[in-house]
């Protein structure tokens, strides 16, 4: 019987800081399979990354899953997981398991506009859709990323985001409160929406942000007018065991862990937790 | 028809005693499942070299003793951790286990466990036996039980006392569990019931009623590291009452009162365990009744929401 609780160790080949706070770990890629379409994981899907003796956490890959070689992940210092892994330098290893969770549903986007709404250190998941789209770009209709944080260092990956841009993805970013050197747009992710428009009939609306920014993103995609079935939410939770088992990330009738972290809007909608 | 007698049931024991270390669960506290899903356990270990692994699994042994709610939780323990993914350190511990239940009342089929001993009567048992492990137990041992074509005692199960025992709320909840769909139903739709409220207030969060509960099974990971530096991850019973359940680095807590989390609690049992499962996430056992603290008891619940429940929905 194989133990689903064993994880694996894999080595960081590279650190990268993203902002005061936020790290980039680039790990290798170990004993993570692929599919028929030859990729690692699907975008939106998570791993349970941590070392004995500091606990683990799931963490949604940044990645493209194209990326052969290594998967990357984004780590906040916040608690002592995170600040073990933000301690972290080169040829230090971690332990992985997974991937875990459902991901986002890339069938069912293609030939639709894709809305993507992130705020803080939500864009993970999204940067990994989007590196993904841009491989297929030609199958995806007109695609927009929306990019809030409080500040103009909050904004993460900026590189990232200019490929992305290049690859003709719409990028709009903002800052909660004027700072000093910021010429781009303040106020919430909320009031970008004014500045694109989309064909809400055939649309789908990608949102993945902090847990108490939930309420917040109701208002920023629900004006869009786009099915509630059509909008996915990237949810987060206190996890630990990540397969179902130990009732933490539990929202409802539903498990974050097994039946998400990506939900239609509808399957959340009425959960009072 | 197979029997045994009383006298024949501890020289039973000792024999398959020889080979596996026995427990009685009869009159323990905390309910069968601490000794497949003990309260602290080590999943994981590293050692010098930095290799991960896991302990050992434990030796054999046997489980005496079991009533007919826990017969039917272990089988839905069972199901639980069997269903993917695998729990893996659960059902190392049930593969090394043996499980003899008894009863007093009457039974139509083997409600779960090994081999279950059924009292008919004038201190004769008859004996149920499921699956290769039950089986072959009976067989090697068939010394102490004997083949009769009708023991030729009329038997009557002992009467379910009226009033407020343990025996009679057991009885009446196990028969509001036959209908796990509309008790599902029901506490679905009591979620702005003025009952959770009241609970919210008068329960203390104590997790006594999970602890005791044969059917919760919810834990939290914990790792530690030695002064000797040895490194070693734990899992422990967790209660969703407690405050820190859904609580995130950062400081959210996803339920943050007493009475999300209780209501969470019941939730669990009667509505995600019906969806899930198809049944009830209780056995009637009564134990939570009994022992918490705040004298919840929750049949009476039910029984208030589902009364709220005819008058409105």
Redesign the interface.
């Known amino acids: 019987?194989?133990?689903?609780?064993?994880?694996?160790?894999a080595q960081v080949i590279e650190v990268e800081q993203l902002s005061p706070t936020v790290r980039l770990l680039r790990l290798e890629n170990r004993g993570m399979p692929h599919d028929d379409r030859k990729l690692f994981f699907i975008p939106g899907q998570f791993v349970i990354a941590g070392d004995?003796?500091?606990?683990?956490?799931p963490f949604s890959m940044l990645s493209s899953p194209y990326q052969k070689k290594f998967i990357e992940l984004a780590v906040r210092k916040?608690?002592?997981?995170?600040g073990h892994l933000f301690s972290l330098q080169k040829g230090d290893?971690v332990?992985l398991r997974g991937p875990y969770g459902n991901g986002f549903p890339i069938d069912f986007m293609k030939d639709r506009d894709i809305v993507m709404a992130s705020g803080g250190c939500g864009i993970p998941p999204i940067i990994s859709l989007a590196e993904y789209i841009i491989e297929n770009r030609k199958r995806f209709g007109n695609i927009f990323l929306l990019y809030g944080a409080k500040t103009p260092d909050e904004l993460l990956m900026k590189d990232r985001l200019e490929r992305l841009q290049r690859h003709d993805v719409s990028i709009l970013t903002t800052i909660d409160e004027p700072f000093p050197g910021w010429n781009g747009h303040v106020g919430f992710v909320t009031d970008l929406i004014e500045k694109i428009t989309i064909n809400e009939a055939n649309s789908v609306a990608v949102v993945c942000g902090?847990?108490?920014m939930f309420k917040a993103f109701e208002k920023t995609v629900k004006p869009f007018g786009i099915s509630d079935r059509r909008i996915f939410i990237s949810m987060?939770?206190?996890m630990?065991?990540g397969?179902?088992?130990?009732?933490?990330c539990?929202?409802?009738?539903k498990y974050v862990c097994t039946d998400g972290p990506v939900f239609t809007y509808d399957q959340i909608r009425n959960n009072?937790? | 028809m197979l029997v045994i007698h009383e006298d024949q049931i501890n020289p039973f024991f000792e024999e398959i005693g020889k080979a596996a270390v026995l427990f009685d669960v009869r009159d323990d506290v905390v309910p069968f499942k601490q000794y497949f899903i003990p309260p602290v356990e080590e999943?994981?270990?590293?050692n010098k070299r930095?290799k991960?692994?896991?302990p050992m699994s434990s030796g054999k042994f046997v489980l005496h003793g079991l009533s007919l709610p826990d017969l039917e939780a272990l089988t839905q323990l069972d199901h639980i951790?069997s269903?993917?993914?695998?729990?893996?350190?659960y059902?190392?511990r049930r593969k090394k286990a043996l499980v003899i239940g008894i009863t007093e009342e009457k039974l139509d089929a083997m409600p779960g466990g090994d081999i279950v001993f059924q009292s008919v009567g004038d201190g004769q048992y008859k004996v149920w036996s499921r699956g290769l492990k039950g089986r072959n137990t009976i067989k090697n041992n068939s010394r102490f039980f004997r083949d009769v074509e009708d023991t030729g005692i009329e038997y009557e199960p002992p009467q379910i006392p009226e009033g407020d025992t343990m025996e009679g709320w057991s009885h009446l909840m196990r028969k509001l569990l036959l209908d796990p769909g509309h008790l599902a139903e029901i506490v679905d739709w009591s979620?702005d019931h003025d009952i959770w409220n009241e609970l919210g207030e008068r329960c203390i969060g104590c997790g006594i009623c999970t602890y005791v509960c044969p059917l919760c099974?919810?834990?939290?990971?914990?790792?530690?590291?030695g002064l000797n530096d040895v490194?070693?991850?734990f899992?422990r019973w967790?209660a969703?009452t407690l405050p820190g359940?859904?609580?995130?680095?950062?400081g959210?807590n996803?339920?943050p009162t007493l009475k999300?989390r209780y209501?969470?609690w019941f939730?669990?049992k009667f509505?995600?365990g019906y969806?899930e499962y198809g049944k009830s996430l209780c056995v009637g056992c009564g134990r939570c009744k009994e022992l918490c603290p705040a004298s919840i008891n929750i049949q009476e619940v039910l029984r208030l929401i589902s009364v709220d429940f005819k008058k409105n929905a």
């Open positions: 019987m194989h133990n689903i609780y064993l994880p694996h160790r004995i003796g500091f606990g683990e956490a916040a608690g002592i997981v995170t290893t332990t902090p847990g108490p987060e939770r206190k630990q065991c397969v179902g088992k130990c009732q933490h539990t929202t409802g009738s009072w937790d | 999943i994981l270990t590293v930095g991960i692994f896991h951790m269903k993917p993914e695998k729990d893996y350190f059902l190392r979620r099974f919810c834990f939290s990971v914990e790792d530690r590291i490194r070693s991850r899992r967790d969703c359940f859904a609580k995130i680095a950062g959210h996803f339920r999300e209501y969470n939730y669990h509505v995600r969806l």
